[in-house]
Structures are given as structure tokens and as C-alpha cells.
């Protein structure tokens, strides 16, 4: 492995300022489950490392205030999935959350990990942007509330600046009922990177949103307010017609080993197929 | 006399070493001034290398050589366990993707990694071949320089061998219904979870080399011979495996990792990363055609197959496998007339090598599944079929060889009975049930030494390698049985050739019978050895004594072993010894240099639900049944089998090698290349054995461990093939491919 040097920061200034120094040379760690498998195969070679676990801000937590749940940066995939505010307000995360990796990837990575590395693949993405999370940022000029959809840039880059990082994600507590559904397609059952993500949520006003991720350079989130999708009732070709332009989003790459591009593509309908069909059925039988 | 030992499930000898942790791996083991090693490489599979600059990394401190070709003794040794073709590093050119082109050698691994990176190669790009198609096709560069076999009639193609074998007449035959398909068959890898790992340390006038080998004289041989040293200077410690499926047989880069040591006069450990043992050993891929002639009644009229087997750019063992693996491809069936050729294609890959089921699962693959079509096209029942043409045992089902050594209808029925063969199938569900056989052993040779010391303990000396399938506890059960000791007093001794005698190799599931046969052997010459003793003790005849099971009869009673044992021994003490040879000459009449030993046998059934949508299969049942003579550690026996359909799994569903056009590996490592975790077991998985004590092994038992893998994939194709009413006829049977078949317009 490349050598580096390691820092212990006790305080987010702290934290930000040698981000400020080192710039891209430095790199932030979290679970280190994405970012010390970089360092090993020498794809990632900082001159240093900044470890934000002995951080007393960044404590691992999720709390609810003023109307927001609020997940701090060092909380793991475990606690998101096994927090009962998370299963009650927003139950495709947790599902999302409890399918990263394996048992031991879930006791180390954290949903703020998840999102920096800004894989396409990353399985909470779809299920943040479907409940307009927004990540809030910390940097030399102050404190940023990013909406997760202004987050994602391509695969690796988010709009993080030089010197910022990630404190905290937050999701609005939902004022009426709604349902939602995480699906994913892997090569295999035990753990595996997807290669489809979809998340869906519909809410009692008719609003869906539907986002998908892995089939593209980052994952997208589309809504229909229309009530149509949410309606199962409706119009069988207005729904797959709404669902088709969602869709038209997606262009995975050929190059990819997981799967083909019309493997994916196919995948992706009847995912967000099943997505929906599942938030609608939640949303009628007991709500998020 | 004690509870049987035989036949009982004790602690695994080993086992709670290997569960927390404390068992030594190669890669574990501290030796005082240890450097490391690692190779440098180049991103290309075929290339010519014009030049190697090493003065960067050399200039780092700690880094002791960079050693390339030219350091090497010249010309260049060469190994290799069917012909001498292998180079201890590429000499002038690379072969494959992966070849080492040279080999840093430093104090730390980090430095040596550091500083292999450091090396820069000049290399220009060769015309390459890395699929069937490519290596066959009349123009295609050849991979092995045809002076390496002048008088070859293959040598200005890339055929390394052919294997014809057959008996009847396919052209003369007639049959009613003939049924003709192409299947193939992955390349994959062993993915042992123990790192291949090796390390040689210069040993007075000697050499010290401690490997992940599973063959630790066939090393000991290939040492001596590249070093030029007697046998009785290069002593071997083969340290237990942890796994070796047939990927740690033979040597690889042992006989580098020792001249390395040699020149700088130093211990040098090389641990091959994950990625890198992608590259240093696979099963190979095949393409297989299979014609069948049928008549309607059911039998088998011929099977005419044609199997390709690509193998690597050096043969290993690789030809071997393709002409043991195809010969018995007709299937444990009473054919009439079979033609059978197949051919080892060489080509610019890494070299094949034996894995788990030795070359029958690629041709298994197709001819069972050729069956199944057979019996749709004559409406007949799948497992009907196949009870019709099974060979009973006697059947001289492969004409000029040991004939059927097991009522194998037993093995089927019992599988067809556990799957529910005839019971209503579920909505969405499919069956599918295959047979395999596999040729044992068609030589062998296994010494051991086995002393009864003065208290009663027993130390067994058996160069069986333990890799995981237990040797050691079958072992020592035998001579906890025939001595009369409890286990714990039984040591196992293997892994070190200065110590332990002569065993030729631990592979095609041989050692419970002959390395087995040759502990009994020993053990009896002790008991021999006591009833001697009893009858001089108490002046008797010695005819008038026996022993058997660790007790002593005489006329009027029945003694122990240490009655006997310390007054025999007297004042002085003592042990006594015993030894074992158990030897299988080779046959040169014999197509295969010797006809098996005996034949692995099982029938696998399995039952899936197939998403129509997705294509994911699930194997809602699996049974898996196995003709192993007698189990003399059932739980063993079942794990074995377990872990062989687990591992099948992975071919079957999941696995396999990905390159890019230039021949380099896409997939190397845990990422990209998926095998069967926990949670893609089949949700129900049954297994169970015949046992008729039929076996040449200790008490009737026969080989067993890569039964329940040769025809997995068959029965999950059949399963499939039943649940989605299409035929796939390439292996893996990935989620995609599933999906791509249902949309194809005639389903
Ligand atoms: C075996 C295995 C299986 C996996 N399976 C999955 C899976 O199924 N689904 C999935 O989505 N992912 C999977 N992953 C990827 C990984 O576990 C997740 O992305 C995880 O959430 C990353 O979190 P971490 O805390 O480990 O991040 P780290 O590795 O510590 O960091 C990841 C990246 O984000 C940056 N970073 C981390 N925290 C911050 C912050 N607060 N502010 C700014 N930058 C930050 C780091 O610098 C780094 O670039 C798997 C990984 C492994 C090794």
C-alpha cells in the first residue's frame, strides 16, 4: 500500500481546514469500505488521510428536529436500517440501507459514505432523492444545505468544494401517509453490487417519485404529480406511458461486466414496476 | 472391544486449530530474514518483451534484485507435470495476461510492491488467440514453439492432443430419433480461500521450500531437478491447505521462489494475491457437440461427441484432465457404439489446471443434457430413460475397463424418491435429474509408517495432504480402530518429506482408499506384530492368536493392546512399527495408463423456481445422493458432498472468466467474478449415500468428494430447461441469459 499520512481531527474546523490545505491530496474517512479498497489497489493515493470518527460533532446518531430526521455522518448502514424513526418515516432507506453489502460492510460503511463516493450504484441514492433528502455540508465558508439532486455529479464527483465536507443528511419528517419500495438486481443473492437501483415512494396527496440509479453516470429521481401512477386504476397505457418517460432517462454503459445495457434497461421496468406496485400497496395497508 | 470409530463422526483432527485461528498457512509461518517477493507484469497477454529497466526500482533501499530471465540458470528450466514446456518466468516473451516477467525481491512486501511497479518493461504486442475459434483457425499464431515437439503431427496447430476413444460403430448405427446440440462450459477458478502461498530458504548445502502444494513429493522432484540437488537435500513442508480443489497440485511458481532464494542466499516468501491466483490457475472451458441416436423404446443407440477443452498456454496438467475428463463422457450408460474425441487447444491464456471433478463436469454438461432432449424427442420420462440404459453392476458399460462397480440404481432411485420425482409439481417449478461418474485413480502409490509407542499412542506418518476434505481424522480413526486407541491418542504426521514417507499425490479423491488402505496395511502389520508377541508372552501357537479392532484373542481370553504391549516391549520400552505400500502400477495397454481404482458415482436432482421476469432461478430443492461403499466419518462424506454441489453451484449459476479483447482478464478478484455466498444456497439441500461396503477401500468404502459436483449443472439446466420451456446450452446460467432465452420469439 502507498504510504500516507493519517490524522485523528477532534473537530469539524478542524477537519475543514486540512481539507483546505491538502485539497484533493487529502481524503476524508468514513467506514473506510470504499475508500480502503482504493488505497490498497493504489487507485486512490492521497498524501493524507482524514478520519472523521473521533469527531464529537459527527457522532454516530439520528434524531428528529424541527421536522427533519437528522442523520449524522459517521452513522452506519446497521443503525439506518434498524432505527425505528427511519422504518417509520422513510422504510425505503432502511430497506436500502439493510441490503448494502454484507453484515460486516453494514456495521462499518455509513449512508454518508455511501453518497460521497457517488457511485451510481450506490444503493441509498435512490431512496434519498425519493424523499428529497438534502446534505448538509460543511466547508471553510460556513454550513451548505445541498438537495440531494443538486449532490450527485457523476461517478466519484459530487458538488462537494475544496475544504467541505459532509455532516449530516437530513429527510423531512412526512406530514401525511405515504408509501415506498426499494428494489435492486444483483448477480447473485449474497452480496453484490447492483445493477439496478429503484426506489418509489407515493404519497395520500397522489404524488410519486420514482428514482433509479446504476443505469446511468448518477442516479436520477423523477415525480408525477398527474395522481396517474399513483392510481392503479388508471389508464393502463397513461401509466406505462409516465412510467416510459421516467425511464428515458437511463443509459447504462456497454462497457460494464454486471450487465448489458438492455439487460439493465428491461431490469429497470420491471423493477420500477414492482417499486411502485409495492409503495402503492404499503401506502394502503399501513402507511411509511 | 470400543465403540466402533469407523462409521462415527468425531471432532475433526485439526479442526478447532483451523476455527480460531491458530492453524499455520504457509503465509503465516515466521522465518528469521524472510524477504518478499512480487512480479512484475505487464498489462498484455502475448508481447515480445524488447527490454526489462529495473535501475528505479533497484535504487530503492531494501530492495534487494530484480531478477528477470537472464538471471536464471540458462537455458532457462522448465517444468511441468505432462511435458517439460513451462519456464520458471517468461523467457523473451510473455504468454499470457499475467506472466510474470520478472520477480522483486525486497524486505517488505510494501517495498516490494513499491518497487515492482518501479520496473519498467518495453514490450511489443503479438498476434494472440484467447477463444476456441481463434486458436483453431488454420492462421492463427501458435502458442508453443513447434521445436519443443518436432515430431508432433499437431505441432504447427494448436492442438496440443487429441483423445479418441470409442468402441461400436456411431456411423453403422441406426437409431430412430437422433438429437444433435452444442453446449458449453465457463472458464473458472478455485478460489481457494488460502492464498496460494510459497516460500524457499537456502538450508545448509540444501533447500527448505514450504508450499500450499497438495503434492508435496511430485515438488520435492521438481526442486531437486531445476536446483540439480539430490531429493534428500530439498525437503518440502506442505503445511495443511486451506483448500485446494486440484488448483494447488502442481507447482507454479516454487521452483522461482527457490532460485530467487538461492541467488541472494536468503529466505523469500511470495503470497499470491487473490487477483493474481486468477491468473495463476482455472478449470478449463470447453465447447462440447453431442450427437445422440435413440430408438423409441428408450435405448441408446450412440453418443457421438466432440469436446474442445481450451487450455492455457503451458499444458500442466491440463491434457491430462481433457483425456481423463472425456474418456467415460458417454455417461455410466450401456451404449453400444460411442465415438468420443477430444482435444486440449492451446492458447494465449493462463495455463488450466486439475480442478474438482477433472474435465467430466464440461463434457457431463452436454451429454446429459443431450439426454434430457433425447427423452422430450421420444416423449419418454427423464429418469425413465435413464433407469433404462444405466449400467448394473458388472456392466462393462466402458467395454475394455472395470466394469460398473456399484448398484447404481439405487443411487437414482433414492434420488428420484427424495426429490419427489413423480409428485405434483408446483406452479412456476421445474425438475431436472442427472447422473455422473468419474474414473478413480488409474495409478497410485502411497507409503506410510505407522509406530505404536510404548503407552499405547499411535503416531501415523501419510503424505496426504489435509486441505480441508479430512484426511487426517479418516486416518486416524483407522488406527484408533485397528490399535485400540481413543482418537486423541492418534498423531497424524504429514507436510514435511524429510520426515514423511513417499506419497505419489493427493487428488481424483484417492486417499481414503489408498493412502487408506496402506495406514490399514500398517496397522495390521502391527497387530501381526502383537499377536506374535501374545502367543511368545503365553506360549501359544501363533496361529492360535488374532487381533482385530485394538483387541487380542487368545484361545481362552481376550487381551488388550497394552497387556500385551508392555510386557512384550519389557524393561527397555520401545515401540513398535509398521509400514504400508499400497501401489497401482500404471497399465500401458490401458487408454488411460490404468484402469480406475474405482468410479465416483451421483445422481443429483434439483427443483427450481424460475422468475419468468427477471430470470432468477431459485433451487428451492437440491438432493444430491452419492455411491460411496461406506462412510467412515458420515459427516465428513456429507460435507464433502455439500461442498461439491456448493461449489458447482457456482459454475452452474454464477461464475465465470470475463476478457477483454486483447486477452486480459476483466474480472480477476472478488468484485467482479461472484461465487455462491450463504445466501444463494438452494433453499433445501438433501443429501444422502448408498453404502454397500463394495469399495476397495479400508472397509468397503470407495473415493468420494467430487461426485456431487460432475453433474450439477446438468440437473439445474434440466430443472430450468422444465420450469421455462427453453433449452440453455451455456453455462453460467446467469439471471441475463435466462431472461434472453424467455425472449426468444419461439418461447
Ligand atoms: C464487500 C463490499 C460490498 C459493498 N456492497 C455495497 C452495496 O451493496 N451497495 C452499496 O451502495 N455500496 C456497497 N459497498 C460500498 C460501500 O460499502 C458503501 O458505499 C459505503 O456506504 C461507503 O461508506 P464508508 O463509510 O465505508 O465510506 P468510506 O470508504 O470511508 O468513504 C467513501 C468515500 O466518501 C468520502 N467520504 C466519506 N465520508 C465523507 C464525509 N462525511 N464527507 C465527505 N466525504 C466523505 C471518502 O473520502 C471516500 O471517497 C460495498 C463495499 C464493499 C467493500
Known amino acids: 500500500m502507498h504510504a500516507f499520512a493519517y490524522v485523528r481531527p477532534a473537530t469539524v474546523a478542524e477537519a475543514v481546514a486540512i481539507l483546505l490545505a491538502h485539497g484533493p491530496d487529502a481524503r476524508v474517512l468514513a467506514g473506510g469500505t470504499d475508500l480502503v479498497i482504493r488505497l490498497r489497489d493504489g487507485s486512490a493515493k492521497p498524501s493524507v488521510v482524514v478520519d472523521l ?170 415525480a408525477d404529480a398527474t395522481g396517474v401512477l399513483a392510481d392503479p386504476s388508471a389508464d393502463r397505457e397513461a401509466r406505462l406511458a409516465i412510467l416510459e418517460a421516467m425511464f428515458a432517462g437511463a443509459s447504462p454503459s456497454p462497457r460494464s461486466m454486471r450487465a448489458s445495457p438492455e439487460y439493465r434497461l428491461a431490469m429497470l421496468r420491471v423493477l420500477g414496476a414492482r417499486a411502485l406496485q409495492g409503495a402503492i400497496d404499503r401506502l394502503h395497508a399501513d402507511g411509511d | 472391544m470400543s465403540a466402533p470409530i469407523i462409521g462415527s463422526s468425531p471432532n475433526r483432527v485439526g479442526g478447532i486449530a483451523r476455527v480460531t485461528g491458530q492453524h499455520e498457512y504457509v503465509a503465516d509461518i515466521l522465518v528469521a530474514d524472510a524477504l518478499e517477493a512480487k512480479f512484475v507484469t505487464i498489462d498484455c497477454a502475448h508481447a515480445r518483451i524488447i527490454s526489462v529497466d529495473a535501475s528505479a526500482a533497484l535504487a530503492l533501499p531494501g530492495v534487494l534484485a530484480v531478477m528477470t530471465a537472464a538471471d536464471m540458470p540458462q537455458p532457462v528450466p522448465r517444468f511441468g507435470p505432462q511435458l517439460e514446456d513451462r519456464p520458471v518466468i517468461a523467457v523473451g516473451e510473455t504468454k499470457y495476461h499475467g506472466d510474470p516477467v520478472a520477480i522483486v525481491v525486497a524486505e517488505t512486501r510494501d517495498l516490494a510492491m513499491q518497487a515492482a511497479a518501479l520496473v ?137 521462489v527457490a532460485l530467487a532464494a538461492m541467488h541472494i542466499g536468503r529466505p523469500v516468501r511470495l503470497v499470491l494475491t487473490l487477483e493474481e491466483t486468477f491468473q495463476a490457475v482455472r478449470r478449463a472451458s470447453a465447447e462440447v457437440r453431442v450427437r445422440t441416436g435413440v430408438n423409441r423404446d428408450g435405448s441408446l443407440v450412440f453418443e457421438d461427441i466432440v469436446a474442445d477443452y481450451l487450455i492455457g498456454a503451458y499444458a500442466d496438467i491440463a491434457d491430462r484432465v481433457v483425456g481423463k475428463g472425456s474418456y467415460p463422457a458417454a455417461g455410466p450408460y450401456n451404449v453400444p457404439n460411442v465415438r468420443i474425441m477430444a482435444r486440449s487447444v492451446l492458447s494465449h491464456t493462463m495455463p488450466s489446471t486439475a480442478f474438482r471433478g477433472f474435465g467430466n463436469p464440461q463434457v457431463n454438461w452436454a451429454v446429459e443434457s443431450n439426454l434430457d432432449e433425447a427423452a422430450r424427442a421420444i416423449g419418454m420420462d427423464r429418469l425413465q430413460i435413464r433407469l433404462h440404459n444405466l449400467a448394473r453392476k458388472g456392466d462393462a458399460f466402458i467395454p475394455f475397463d472395470t466394469p460398473a462397480d456399484g448398484h447404481w440404481e439405487q443411487t437414482v432411485l433414492r434420488a428420484a424418491e427424495l426429490i419427489g ?161 499400497v501401489r497401482k502400477d500404471a497399465d500401458p495397454t490401458h487408454p488411460l495408463s490404468g484402469a480406475p481404482a474405482f468410479f465416483e458415482f451421483n445422481c443429483t436432482a434439483i427443483e427450481v423456481d424460475v422468475d419468468r421476469e427477471t430470470g432468477d432461478i431459485t433451487i428451492a430443492r437440491h438432493v444430491t445422493v452419492s455411491d460411496v461403499g461406506k462412510s ?50 438452494p433453499l433445501e439441500l438433501i443429501g444422502a449415500t448408498i453404502e454397500n461396503e463394495d469399495g476397495p477401500g479400508p472397509y468397503g468404502s470407495k473415493g468420494m468428494s467430487e461426485g456431487a459436483l460432475l453433474c450439477i449443472s446438468s440437473a439445474v439446466g434440466a430443472a430450468v430447461r422444465d420450469a421455462i420451456g427453453v433449452p440453455m446450452r451455456d453455462l453460467p446460467l446467469t439471471p441475463e441469459r435466462v431472461w434472453r432465452a424467455l425472449q426468444e420469439p419461439s418461447s
Open chain 2, 120 to 256: 519498467h518493461v518495453e514490450y511489443e504486442e503479438l498476434p494472440a488467440v484467447f477463444t476456441l475459434a481463434g486458436a483453431l483457425d488454420p492462421s492463427a499464431p501458435l502458442v508453443q514453439d513447434p521445436s519443443l515437439r518436432p515430431k508432433d503431427r499437431f505441432a504447427s496447430t494448436n492442438v496440443l492432443r487429441e483423445h479418441p476413444i470409442g468402441w461400436g460403430d456411431v456411423d453403422a448405427a441406426t437409431a430412430d430419433v437422433v438429437v444433435e446440440h452444442t453446449y458449453t462450459f465457463p472458464m473458472v477458478t478455485h478460489f481457494a480461500i488460502e492464498p496460494h502461498a510459497y516460500m524457499a530458504a537456502p538450508d545448509g548445502d540444501g533447500i527448505a521450500v514450504w508450499s500450499t502444494i497438495q503434492h508435496p513429493n511430485w515438488l520435492q522432484k521438481v526442486i531437486a531437478q531445476v536446483l540439480h540437488m539430490p531429493l534428500a537435500k530439498v525437503r518440502v513442508f506442505a503445511p495443511d491447505p486451506g483448500g485446494g480443489f486440484g488448483g494447488k497440485q502442481h507447482a507454479k511458481y516454487e521452483p522461482l
Open chain 1, 53 to 222: 470518527k473521533r469527531i464529537a460533532e459527527l457522532r454516530p446518531g439520528i434524531r428528529e428536529e424541527d421536522g427533519h430526521l437528522v442523520i449524522s455522518a459517521t452513522t452506519v448502514m446497521t443503525d439506518v436500517a434498524a432505527d425505528p424513526l427511519i422504518r417509520r418515516y422513510a422504510s425505503a432507506l432502511a430497506e436500502a440501507a439493510s441490503v448494502v453489502g454484507s453484515v460486516q460492510i453494514r456495521n462499518r460503511a455509513t449512508l454518508a459514505g455511501n453518497i460521497c463516493n457517488a457511485s451510481p450504484a450506490a444503493d441509498t441514492a435512490p431512496s434519498l432523492l425519493v424523499y428529497g433528502a438534502v446534505v448538509v455540508a460543511q466547508g471553510p465558508d460556513g454550513t451548505r444545505r445541498i438537495p440531494i439532486d443538486e449532490f450527485f455529479v457523476r461517478s466519484g464527483v459530487t458538488t462537494l468544494a475544496r475544504g467541505e465536507l459532509v455532516t449530516a443528511i437530513e429527510l423531512p419528517v412526512p406530514t401525511g401517509r405515504r408509501g415506498a419500495m426499494h428494489q435492486r438486481r444483483t448477480r447473485r443473492r449474497g452480496h453484490d453490487l447492483a445493477s439496478v437501483t429503484v426506489s418509489c415512494c407515493v404519497d395520500e396527496a397522489g404524488m410519486t417519485r420514482l428514482a433509479y440509479g446504476s443505469v446511468g453516470p448518477r442516479p436520477v429521481v423523477y
Open chain 2, 632 to 681: 467412515l466419518n458420515p459427516l465428513q462424506v456429507r460435507m464433502q458432498d455439500e461442498g461439491a454441489a456448493i461449489q458447482g453451484l457456482g459454475h452452474t449459476l454464477m461464475e465465470h472468466y470475463i476478457w477483454d479483447e486483447k486477452g486480459r482478464l476483466r474480472n480477476p478478484g472478488a468484485i467482479d467474478y461472484r461465487i455462491p455466498t450463504s445466501m444463494d444456497l
Open chain 2, 421 to 581: 420425482w413423480d409428485s405434483p409439481l408446483p406452479e412456476g417449478r421445474g425438475r431436472g435429474i442427472a447422473l455422473g461418474v468419474k474414473s478413480g485413480p488409474t495409478t497410485g502409490l502411497s507409503y506410510s509408517t505407522v509406530r505404536l509407542l510404548g503407552d499405547g499412542s499411535v503416531v501415523v506418518f501419510a503424505g496426504t495432504s489435509d486441505m480441508g476434505q479430512g484426511a487426517r481424522t479418516v486416518f486416524a480413526q483407522i488406527a484408533a480402530q485397528e490399535l485400540g486407541a481413543p482418537l486423541g491418542w492418534v498423531a497424524v504426521v504429514m507436510g514435511d518429506t524429510a520426515v514423511v514417507p513417499y506419497d505419489q499425490q493427493t487428488s481424483a479423491s484417492r486417499s481414503t482408499v489408498l493412502m487408506g488402505n496402506s495406514v490399514l496395511q500398517a496397522c495390521r502389520s502391527i497387530q501381526k506384530q502383537l499377536s506374535a508377541m501374545a502367543a511368545r508372552l503365553h506360549g501359544l501357537d501363533e496361529a492360535q492368536v488374532t487381533m482385530d479392532r485394538g483387541v487380542i484373542h487368545l484361545p481362552d481370553r481376550d487381551l488388550t493392546v497394552l497387556d500385551v504391549l508392555v510386557p512384550g516391549l519389557g524393561r527397555l520400552g520401545g515401540e513398535l512399527t509398521g509400514n504400508g505400500e
